[in-house]
């Protein structure tokens, strides 16, 4: 007993649960940091875990090598080791510190606890950094996780103790200040052993395997290489966002591109995140068993852990800020003199820099995480909506155009991305609230009920508001939605609005619907000034009644409680301002995910048991059974009707009918796009299908032809031989690299049906279903194709041909015969010459149309020469003078600006209709409410202990002051709104105006997507956001610098920081904004693409389909969403990277103005300046983040203004009108044309395409154009409707230069039916007559004219039937005839057929050359055609070569010419014809 008496005396001094000062306690005392019994448990757990690592490593020692033994490339373990490494050093110094003071004074090294417990620390925490720095393999990943998770516990207990002594003695040591700091350092230790192991092995298996492999650890480091630091970033550096350092420093070094982009992780790609999306749906409907899944539950299943991580993170700073107050509090009652113990000024000046570092450290991560959030929520959406138009029904497209689905992804998908920002603030905002009124009631009392009062009616003020602004929301996304639909329309169609002269009356259209737009747009914009107006004047409203009550109910005014509701309001009072803006997020956020959702469950094609792969001997590829079919899938309106089909391998079948019989209906049954309402239909085998009207993507020729297919060079050769493309594709300046643009403008007709049979005949299937391809080519080209494609490439295939052209019909198996949706006859053409009339009457009308008579004198002529396509486009020219001049492709890479543009955006912006009066009104607005608020709270602390000044009249001068200025935000909140308005309507029109009046070379070299995310997204930001944008940034930069001029006027010592502080700002913000705006204008030109790509599959959805590439569209769509989020979340990471270092520097700012007061003695400022100066130092961060957050977004948002101006400077065509010169009301009165000395080129530099032609065209005269490839004769016809402008020469219309004329004076005066038929989403009326000049009379005489008065009447509508997008609901042969309807209607003295009758069948073809030959009989009719008996009754015959004019004559006497270009064509075309019938 006496022994352990005496070691108790030795350890301890005394009593075992004694302290330093001898004092004793209960058995609580282990609980204290500063006794025996604490030290005594702190030293055996020390050495208990001291022996466990050693055993450990005693019975490991046979495994461990020591050249792998440690690991310190990864960041966590080098931050572990060097923390817990510095903290152990800091324990032995400070025991040898305390063992030295003992020694000094006397007292020998009795009690050991006293310095024992801090060395035997300072061992462990070196222990510990020496456990981080070895990998976990080589001591056992789970001693190394046991060990962590007991020092974490141990440490957890060290810091519990410390912080109880300091509460129970109201004393800081250092010995204190390390156990607190061994906290960090434990969990720092416990990441490393849960966290780190995995790295650990990974590397470790890298560098054992590296040797080995040598060639694909190259290839794999290289890939991953370029992924976003942040993928592998560590705690501290996701914490800092130290990992975004190395791509601002690119960023300021040089203007970023897009290859300096880092590519996303692979956990937030869209690919990931979309897959995920369905996983929680298949759970959902697996569990549940519903049809129909929530897709609001998916979303919120796919990133809970995400939600649940940030919130937390809001939660920590809403703590973090809810202490400002209390802290204040206290400061103020130290600078009085009643603090509790003497430093308490320093700590509370280091726990106010402390309290503001975690509030930033948590509101930076709680911003970046739910912008990541929902970046991917947006990702997945794009992803969604992208696979969804991909499966579309017909009917479904008539409810959702390509405008529409274009605005889900440009618009929606963006605003529901930019609500997870928003959400934490809902919630945060109320337990703010519910706090600070906790903190008030400590402050105030009871009078706190009337602040309450307030805020839950301002609340309830704003609820009828937020219905309202709910329904605005939804008005404004349908007008918006029906304006893009039109201007897509008719950017798509834009070379026809210029030739019929109606891009006027459509810009008008476009007008009205912007103003209806603008209309709700108002609407919405004023709704949400009055809740900006609302919330921002509610703090003045909640100090007027709680000062008011206070007075009332004689509740004392202190500065200590005065100043801590002055400083608890102006910190709930950013978070309450930013309501508006949630419940904004919301309505925007719930109206277009109820738009995406309504379109994610529309109705979808129905295929699937449809197409079957393929099997061994299949009797028959093609089985049709008694089946019908309906385009809207109901069985009272059928399309095709009893249908019965069989067809064998390889076998030929030819569809034949006339215009609107359903032959091409037929093919998109088989291929499964049109609902099959009754019978059995089943097709074996893969499908390659060519369509009508040609899809070419943006792209070489090369990828439109491989098609995603591996590059086969022979079989790539072949495809090009047997479609007569070599010839083609040489005269293409860069051959088979050359880019065609969108829909193929650089292609002529015939080049991108042959583009097409190339791209089906590479593909190798089993079944082609070839949908009139021969139609743009001319006679000998049709011939060569069928000769070496059908019957020659395609022997051993299943083809189903369908075509106008009887000449081929001899050489197919079967023939079949359609009429009004039904197969009438079924048969080889023999039988069926025999036994049908029907079609007897269609090859006889073939054989009418080409004259033997007048041709059967040529077929003796034996020369032949191989005739090229007959039709061409004024491109074609445009790519020879491309090759011999060296330029470069049509389509180029996107424009953007670089670099800093400085004011220029931001002027751009304010320049629109006394922009800058409204801004200025609005910023004076507030500098006047700043003013008001200052005085406020000067006049408070002034006068708050002032005894001559009464509370009454205090609290009077208060109130009245604060309403007074209040009136000002509500001007402000207006000339936001009108400045807003204005600016938009005046940036529209100009856009607009620009688009519509610039020339065609514009639109041939710019694909749709780029103008269509400019006039969506860019244009729904500059509406919506700029604005409020604008004067929020105003605002919040006036706040902040007037917060830090208070702290300085009172504490004028705090300039030493703040100036710095100030400067730093600046710098900063200059060095973030070098990469900022770059990522934001990347972010611009990514986002087209993304749009463009999105447009073309749209309008090419069937070809997709047919050859089964959905996947592989659906992976480039992945690939393009995710080009386009990597700038945008570099952009937002980039934002907090600024913030987090400003809002360090102001809690700097802050703790040095607190440490001032601190430093000199109580009373040198009064309380109520104390209070003041520190309740605006307290708000100084958050306003100084608001001002520096609202720059960055508004700098981000300018890139829209900036994107809209670089399409309001594009050169534009001559005027429309040319007010001193405008024709006579009759011109062309006659009709005679007149060419002297014609000469075009399309850039001043570029070799002539026409060269001097020089002829008459009589007026009355019918007039053919024929020519060669590239010859010049669409360049003509441009020439003469002036979409190019002569060089040289002129071009005189009875006795007028058309140059000197306006363009809309003149191509109104002309009539004109293209190759491409183009209707217009409406009624039938409204394609014939858009602008409403003819009575229904006059229509129906015109459609009984063009053979579509019987259609257009068995609709129950008539002439108001509906006419969808693109008229896909009418066959490409009716859609011709609208045309010639059209041109029947405008009755021209000159009338331009461009190949105009290409897809109809012979017999109506034969009938419409009559009516144009009866209704144009005393007209110029000029025609360029394929069809050499379309040209056969004409007056005379112009024939082109390589620009030149080499014959013009009748056409009677060419064919007898020797040499005659026209004669050999004749020739061909008649020798093709006798073939056919032999």
């Given at each position: 007993?006496?022994?352990?008496?005496?070691s108790?005396?030795?350890?301890?001094?005394?009593?075992?649960?004694?302290?330093?000062?001898?004092?004793?306690?209960?058995?609580?005392g282990?609980?204290y940091?500063?006794?025996?019994?604490?030290?005594?448990?702190?030293?055996?757990?020390?050495?208990?875990l001291?022996?466990?690592?050693?055993?450990?490593?005693?019975?490991?020692?046979?495994?461990?090598?020591?050249?792998?033994?440690?690991?310190?490339?990864?960041?966590?373990?080098k931050?572990?080791?060097?923390?817990?490494?510095?903290?152990?050093?800091?324990?032995?110094?400070?025991?040898?510190?305390?063992?030295e003071?003992?020694?000094?004074?006397?007292?020998?090294?009795?009690?050991?606890?006293?310095?024992?417990v801090v060395f035997?620390?300072?061992?462990?925490?070196?222990?510990?950094?020496?456990?981080?720095?070895?990998?976990?393999?080589?001591?056992?990943?789970?001693?190394?996780?046991?060990?962590?998770?007991?020092s974490?516990?141990?440490?957890?207990?060290?810091?519990?103790?410390?912080?109880?002594?300091?509460?129970?003695?109201?004393?800081?040591?250092?010995r204190i200040?390390?156990?607190?700091?061994?906290?960090?350092?434990?969990?720092?230790?416990?990441?490393?052993?849960f966290?780190?192991?995995q790295?650990?092995?990974?590397?470790?298996?890298?560098?054992?395997?590296?040797?080995?492999?040598?060639?694909?650890?190259?290839?794999?480091?290289?890939?991953?290489?370029?992924?976003?630091?942040?993928?592998?970033?560590?705690?501290?550096?996701?914490?800092?966002?130290?990992?975004?350092?190395?791509?601002?420093?690119?960023?300021?070094?040089?203007p970023?591109?897009?290859?300096?982009?880092?590519?996303?992780?692979?956990?937030?790609?869209?690919?990931?995140?979309?897959?995920?999306?369905?996983?929680?749906?298949?759970?959902?409907?697996q569990s549940?068993?519903t049809?129909?899944?929530?897709?609001?539950?998916?979303?919120?299943?796919?990133h809970?852990?995400?939600i649940?991580?940030?919130?937390?993170?809001?939660?920590?700073?809403?703590l973090?800020?809810?202490?400002?107050?209390?802290?204040?509090?206290a400061?103020?009652?130290?600078?009085?003199?009643?603090?509790?113990?003497?430093?308490?000024?320093?700590?509370?000046?280091?726990?106010?820099?402390?309290?503001?570092?975690?509030?930033?450290?948590?509101?930076?991560?709680?911003?970046?995480?739910?912008?990541m959030?929902?970046?991917?929520?947006?990702?997945?959406?794009?992803?969604?909506v992208?696979?969804?138009?991909?499966?579309?029904?017909?009917?479904?497209?008539?409810?959702?155009?390509?405008?529409?689905?274009?605005?889900?992804?440009?618009v929606?998908?963006?605003?529901?991305g930019?609500?997870?920002?928003?959400?934490?603030?809902?919630?945060?905002?109320?337990?703010?609230?519910?706090?600070?009124?906790?903190?008030?009631?400590?402050?105030?009392?009871?009078?706190?009920?009337?602040?309450?009062?307030?805020?839950?009616?301002?609340?309830?003020?704003?609820?009828?508001?937020?219905?309202?602004?709910?329904?605005?929301?939804?008005?404004?996304?349908?007008?918006?939605?029906?304006r893009?639909?039109?201007?897509?329309?008719?950017?798509?169609?834009?070379?026809?609005?210029?030739?019929?002269?109606?891009?006027?009356?459509?810009?008008?259209?476009?007008?009205?619907?912007?103003?209806e737009?603008?209309?709700?747009?108002?609407?919405?914009?004023?709704?949400?000034?009055?809740?900006?107006?609302?919330?921002?004047?509610?703090?003045?409203?909640?100090?007027?009644?709680?000062?008011?009550t206070?007075?009332?109910?004689?509740?004392?005014?202190?500065?200590?409680?005065?100043?801590?509701?002055?400083?608890?309001?102006?910190?709930?009072?950013?978070?309450?301002?930013?309501?508006?803006?949630?419940?904004?997020?919301?309505i925007q956020?719930?109206?277009?995910f109820?738009?995406?959702?309504?379109f994610?469950?529309?109705?979808?094609?129905?295929?699937?048991?449809?197409?079957?792969?393929r099997?061994?001997?299949?009797?028959?590829?093609?089985?049709?059974?008694?089946?019908?079919?309906?385009?809207d899938?109901?069985?009272?309106?059928?399309?095709?009707?009893?249908?019965?089909?069989?067809?064998?391998?390889?076998e030929?079948?030819?569809?034949?009918?006339?215009?609107?019989?359903?032959?091409?209906?037929?093919?998109?049954?088989?291929?499964?796009?049109?609902?099959?309402?009754?019978?059995?239909?089943?097709?074996?085998?893969?499908?390659?299908?060519?369509?009508?009207?040609?899809?070419?993507?943006?792209?070489?020729?090369?990828e439109?032809?491989?098609?995603?297919?591996?590059?086969?060079?022979?079989?790539?050769?072949?495809?090009?031989?047997?479609?007569?493309?070599?010839?083609?594709?040489?005269?293409?300046?860069?051959?088979?690299?050359?880019v065609?643009?969108?829909?193929?403008?650089n292609?002529?007709?015939?080049?991108?049906?042959?583009?097409?049979?190339?791209?089906?005949?590479?593909?190798?299937?089993?079944?082609?279903?070839?949908?009139?391809?021969?139609?743009?080519?001319?006679?000998?080209?049709?011939?060569?194709?069928?000769?070496?494609?059908?019957?020659g490439?395609?022997?051993?295939?299943?083809v189903?041909?369908?075509?106008?052209q009887?000449?081929?019909?001899?050489?197919?198996d079967?023939?079949?015969?359609?009429?009004?949706?039904?197969v009438?006859?079924?048969?080889?053409?023999?039988?069926?010459?025999?036994?049908?009339?029907?079609?007897?009457?269609l090859?006889?009308?073939?054989?009418?149309?080409?004259?033997p008579?007048?041709?059967?004198?040529?077929?003796?002529?034996?020369?032949?020469?191989?005739?090229m396509?007959?039709?061409?486009?004024?491109?074609?020219?445009?790519?020879k003078?491309?090759?011999?001049?060296?330029?470069?492709?049509?389509?180029?890479?996107?424009?953007?600006?670089?670099?800093?543009?400085?004011?220029?955006?931001?002027?751009?912006?304010?320049?629109?209709?006394?922009?800058?009066?409204?801004?200025?009104?609005?910023?004076?607005?507030?500098?006047?409410f700043?003013?008001?608020?200052?005085?406020?709270?000067?006049?408070?602390?002034?006068?708050?202990?002032?005894?001559?000044?009464?509370?009454?009249?205090?609290?009077?001068?208060y109130?009245?002051?604060?309403?007074?200025?209040?009136?000002?935000?509500?001007s402000?909140?207006?000339?936001?709104?009108?400045?807003?308005?204005?600016?938009?309507?005046?940036?529209f029109?100009?856009?607009?105006?620009?688009?519509?009046?610039?020339?065609?070379?514009?639109?041939d070299?710019?694909?749709?997507?780029?103008?269509?995310?400019?006039?969506s997204?860019?244009?729904?930001?500059?509406?919506?956001?700029?604005?409020?944008?604008?004067?929020f940034?105003?605002?919040?930069?006036?706040?902040?610098?007037?917060?830090?001029?208070?702290?300085?006027?009172?504490t004028?010592?705090?300039?030493?920081?703040?100036?710095?502080?100030?400067?730093?700002?600046?710098?900063?913000?200059?060095?973030?904004?070098?990469?900022a705006?770059?990522?934001?204008?990347?972010?611009?030109t990514t986002?087209?693409l993304?749009?463009?790509?999105?447009?073309?599959?749209?309008?090419?959805?069937?070809?997709?389909?047919?050859?089964?590439?959905?996947?592989?569209?659906?992976?480039?769509?992945?690939?393009?969403?995710?080009?386009?989020?990597s700038?945008?979340?570099?952009?937002?990471?980039?934002?907090?990277?600024l913030?987090?270092?400003?809002?360090?520097?102001?809690?700097?700012?802050?703790?040095t103005?607190a440490?001032?007061m601190?430093?000199l003695?109580?009373?040198?400022?009064?309380?109520?300046l104390?209070?003041?100066?520190?309740s605006?130092?307290?708000?100084l961060?958050?306003?100084?983040v608001?001002?520096?957050?609202?720059?960055?977004?508004?700098?981000?948002?300018?890139?829209?203004?900036?994107?809209l101006?670089?399409?309001?400077?594009?050169?534009?065509?001559?005027?429309e009108?040319v007010g001193?010169?405008?024709?006579?009301?009759?011109?062309?009165?006659?009709?005679k044309?007149?060419?002297?000395?014609?000469?075009?080129?399309?850039r001043?530099?570029?070799?002539l395409?026409?060269?001097?032609i020089?002829?008459?065209?009589?007026?009355?005269?019918?007039?053919?154009?024929?020519?060669?490839?590239?010859?010049?004769?669409?360049?003509?016809?441009?020439?003469l409707?002036?979409?190019?402008?002569?060089?040289?020469?002129?071009?005189?219309?009875?006795?007028?230069n058309?140059?000197?004329?306006?363009?809309?004076?003149?191509?109104?005066?002309?009539?004109?039916?293209?190759?491409?038929?183009?209707?217009?989403?409406?009624?039938?009326?409204?394609?014939?007559?858009?602008?409403?000049?003819?009575?229904d009379?006059?229509?129906?005489?015109?459609?009984e004219?063009?053979?579509?008065?019987?259609?257009?009447?068995?609709?129950?509508?008539?002439?108001?039937?509906?006419?969808v997008?693109?008229?896909?609901?009418?066959?490409?042969?009716?859609?011709?005839?609208?045309?010639?309807?059209?041109?029947?209607?405008?009755?021209?003295?000159?009338?331009?057929?461009?190949?105009?009758?290409?897809?109809?069948?012979?017999?109506?073809?034969?009938?419409?050359?009559?009516t144009?030959r009866?209704?144009?009989?005393?007209?110029?009719?000029?025609?360029?055609?394929?069809?050499?008996?379309?040209?056969?009754?004409?007056?005379?015959?112009?024939?082109?070569s390589?620009?030149?004019?080499?014959?013009?004559?009748?056409?009677?006497?060419?064919?007898?010419?020797?040499?005659?270009?026209?004669?050999?064509?004749?020739?061909?075309?008649?020798?093709h014809?006798?073939?056919?019938?032999?």
């Open positions: 007993m006496d022994y352990l008496s005496r108790t005396m030795a350890f301890c001094g005394g009593s075992i649960c004694s302290s330093y000062d001898g004092k004793t306690c209960g058995l609580e282990i609980l940091s500063n006794t025996c019994v604490n030290h005594f448990l702190v030293i055996s757990i020390t050495l208990l001291f022996f466990a690592f050693l055993m450990n490593v005693v019975r490991k020692l046979s495994m461990i090598t020591i050249q792998t033994l440690f690991q310190l490339s990864i960041p966590l373990k931050y572990s080791i060097i923390f817990n490494g510095c903290l152990g050093f800091a324990y032995l110094v400070l025991g040898l510190w305390m063992l003071e003992k020694l000094g004074r006397g007292e020998g090294f009795f009690p050991l606890h006293v310095w024992l035997s620390q300072g061992f462990f925490w070196i222990l510990t950094s020496l456990v981080a720095s070895i990998r976990a393999k080589q001591l056992g990943e789970a001693f190394v996780k046991v060990w962590s998770g007991v974490s516990v141990f440490a957890a207990f060290f810091c519990f103790s410390s912080v109880l002594s300091i509460l129970l003695e109201r004393f800081i040591s250092v200040v390390l156990d607190l700091l061994t906290l960090p350092g434990a969990i720092l230790l416990l990441l490393c052993a966290k780190g192991s790295e650990d092995y990974d590397s470790l298996s890298d560098s054992l395997y590296e040797p080995l492999s040598i060639d694909s650890h190259t290839n794999l480091s290289s890939s991953n290489m370029f992924v976003t630091p942040f993928a592998n970033a560590g705690l501290v550096s996701r914490m800092s966002f130290w990992w975004l350092n190395s791509l601002m420093r690119k960023g300021f070094e040089k970023l591109d897009e290859k300096d982009i880092p590519h996303m992780g692979e956990m937030d790609r869209a690919e990931s995140r979309y897959f995920m999306f369905l996983e929680q749906l298949s759970r959902q409907t549940s068993h049809v129909s899944p929530s897709f609001f539950r998916a979303i919120v299943s796919c809970k852990r995400e649940l991580v940030s919130g937390l993170f809001a939660l920590l700073k809403v973090t800020l809810s202490a400002g107050p209390m802290l204040l509090n400061f103020i009652k130290v600078s009085v003199g009643m603090g509790t113990f003497e430093y308490e000024g320093y700590v509370l000046a280091l726990g106010m820099f402390l309290v503001k570092f975690f509030e930033s450290l948590s509101q930076r991560q709680w911003h970046f995480r739910t912008r959030l929902g970046l991917q929520i947006r990702s997945l959406l794009s992803a969604a992208y696979r969804k138009q991909l499966r579309l029904s017909s009917s479904a497209k008539l409810i959702h155009s390509s405008g529409e689905i274009m605005n889900y992804v440009t929606d998908a963006y605003r529901i930019e609500f997870p920002v928003w959400f934490h603030q809902t919630w945060t905002t109320c337990l703010q609230l519910c706090i600070a009124l906790v903190i008030l009631y400590h402050a105030v009392g009871l009078a706190t009920i009337s602040s309450m009062v307030v805020i839950v009616l301002t609340v309830l003020c704003n609820a009828p508001v937020a219905k309202l602004q709910h329904k605005f929301q939804t008005r404004l996304m349908e007008a918006q939605d029906e893009l639909k039109a201007m897509a329309e008719a950017l798509v169609n834009m070379k026809v609005l210029k030739l019929y002269a109606w891009e006027t009356h459509f810009r008008k259209v476009i007008e009205s619907l912007r103003e737009e603008c209309k709700w747009l108002s609407a919405f914009q004023l709704q949400r000034a009055y809740n900006s107006f609302l919330f921002w004047s509610s703090p003045v409203v909640v100090s007027a009644a709680t000062f008011l206070c007075y009332l109910m004689e509740i004392p005014l202190y500065p200590s409680n005065v100043f801590t509701f002055v400083a608890t309001l102006r910190l709930v009072q950013d978070p309450v301002r930013s309501i508006p803006d949630v419940i904004g997020a919301f956020a719930k109206v277009a109820g738009r995406i959702v309504k994610l469950e529309a109705e979808e094609l129905q295929s699937g048991n449809l197409r079957k792969n099997a061994v001997n299949v009797e028959h590829p093609i089985i049709i059974k008694s089946a019908s079919f309906s385009w899938g109901n069985p009272s309106k059928l399309t095709l009707r009893n249908i019965n089909l069989e067809i064998k391998p390889g030929k079948i030819a569809i034949c009918g006339e215009v609107g019989s359903g032959k091409s209906t037929l093919l998109a049954a088989i291929l499964g796009e049109i609902p099959n309402t009754e019978g059995v239909i089943q097709v074996f085998g893969k499908i390659a299908y060519v369509s009508q009207n040609a899809w070419i993507q943006t792209g070489t020729v090369q439109n032809i491989l098609f995603g297919s591996a590059m086969n060079k022979q079989k790539y050769q072949e495809a090009l031989e047997k479609c007569s493309l070599v010839k083609d594709l040489d005269a293409l300046p860069f051959g088979d690299f050359t065609v643009g969108e829909r193929g403008v292609l002529s007709g015939g080049q991108k049906q042959r583009v097409q049979l190339a791209r089906a005949l590479y593909q190798d299937a089993e079944i082609y279903l070839l949908d009139d391809p021969f139609s743009a080519v001319d006679a000998h080209t049709a011939t060569s194709l069928f000769n070496d494609y059908v019957t490439a395609l022997s051993s295939k299943t189903l041909l369908v075509t106008h009887v000449d081929f019909l001899p050489a197919f079967s023939i079949l015969l359609m009429s009004e949706g039904e009438l006859r079924s048969a080889p053409y023999h039988e069926l010459m025999i036994s049908s009339k029907e079609f007897q009457d090859v006889n009308a073939h054989k009418d149309t080409a004259d008579e007048s041709l059967e004198k040529l077929i003796l002529h034996k020369s032949c020469v191989r005739a396509e007959i039709h061409d486009t004024c491109i074609n020219n445009q790519h003078i491309a090759k011999s001049s060296g330029e470069d492709q049509l389509i180029k890479k996107e424009e953007k600006e670089s670099g800093d543009t400085g004011l220029k955006p931001y002027l751009q912006y304010l320049n629109q209709n006394k922009g800058f009066l409204y801004s200025s009104l609005a910023a004076v607005s507030h500098i006047i700043i003013s008001g608020q200052i005085s406020q709270n000067s006049w408070m602390a002034a006068n708050v202990q002032n005894p001559q000044v009464s509370t009454l009249r205090l609290i009077t001068v109130l009245a002051i604060g309403c007074s200025t209040a009136i000002f935000l509500l402000r909140s207006v000339f936001v709104v009108v400045l807003g308005l204005q600016s938009s309507k005046s940036l029109s100009q856009l607009l105006n620009c688009l519509f009046r610039a020339p065609m070379s514009f639109f070299s710019t694909p749709l997507g780029r103008i269509l995310s400019r006039v997204s860019d244009l729904s930001i500059v509406d919506l956001d700029v604005p409020f944008s604008l004067i940034s105003i605002s919040a930069t006036l706040n902040a610098y007037s917060n830090l001029g208070i702290m300085a006027f009172i004028w010592q705090v300039l030493f920081v703040s100036i710095p502080m100030v400067y730093l700002t600046i710098r900063l913000q200059a060095y973030y904004l070098n990469s705006k770059e990522l934001m204008r990347i972010n611009g986002k087209s993304v749009a463009n790509h999105l447009s073309e599959s749209v309008s090419g959805a069937v070809t997709i389909r047919a050859f089964q590439e959905e996947d592989r569209f659906f992976g480039k769509n992945l690939e393009l969403i995710d080009s386009n989020a700038p945008f979340f570099h952009n937002f990471a980039a934002s907090e990277w913030i987090q270092r400003l809002e360090t520097m102001g809690a700097a700012v802050l703790s103005s440490l001032v601190a430093l003695p109580p009373g040198t400022f009064s309380s109520g104390v209070g003041m100066a520190l605006y130092g307290f708000s961060n958050m306003s100084l608001f001002s520096i957050e609202n720059q960055c977004t508004l700098a981000n948002y300018i890139i829209s203004v900036e994107r101006n670089q399409y309001m400077h594009i050169s534009s065509e001559a005027p009108i001193g010169n405008r024709p006579p009301p009759n011109w062309p009165g006659t009709g044309v007149e060419l002297r000395d014609l000469k075009v080129r399309y001043p530099d570029s070799p395409v026409l060269q001097g020089s002829c008459t065209f009589e007026g009355g005269h019918k007039i053919g154009i024929v020519g060669r490839t590239g010859s010049g004769k669409t360049t003509l016809i441009a020439a409707f002036r979409l190019i402008e002569p060089s040289g020469g002129k071009i005189i219309i009875d006795g007028l058309i140059a000197t004329i306006g363009l809309h004076d003149l191509r109104s005066r002309f009539g004109i039916i293209p190759q491409d038929p183009t209707l217009f989403h409406g009624s039938v009326r409204y394609n014939l007559d858009p602008l409403g000049q003819h009575s009379l006059e229509i129906w005489e015109v459609l004219k063009c053979q579509l008065r019987e259609v257009v009447q068995e609709k129950e509508q008539g002439l108001d039937s509906l006419v997008e693109d008229g896909s609901n009418w066959s490409m042969g009716q859609r011709q005839l609208f045309c010639l309807g059209r041109a029947l209607l405008r009755k021209s003295r000159i009338l331009v057929l461009d190949e105009a009758t290409a897809s109809i069948d012979n017999t109506t073809d034969a009938v419409l050359q009559k144009i009866t209704e144009f009989i005393d007209c110029t009719v000029i025609t360029v055609a394929h069809r050499i008996p379309t040209v056969m009754d004409c007056t005379k015959v112009l024939g082109i390589d620009g030149k004019l080499v014959e013009y004559d009748t056409p009677m006497k060419l064919m007898k010419t020797e040499g005659s270009l026209f004669g050999e064509l004749v020739k061909e075309y008649w020798s014809t006798v073939n056919a019938d032999m």
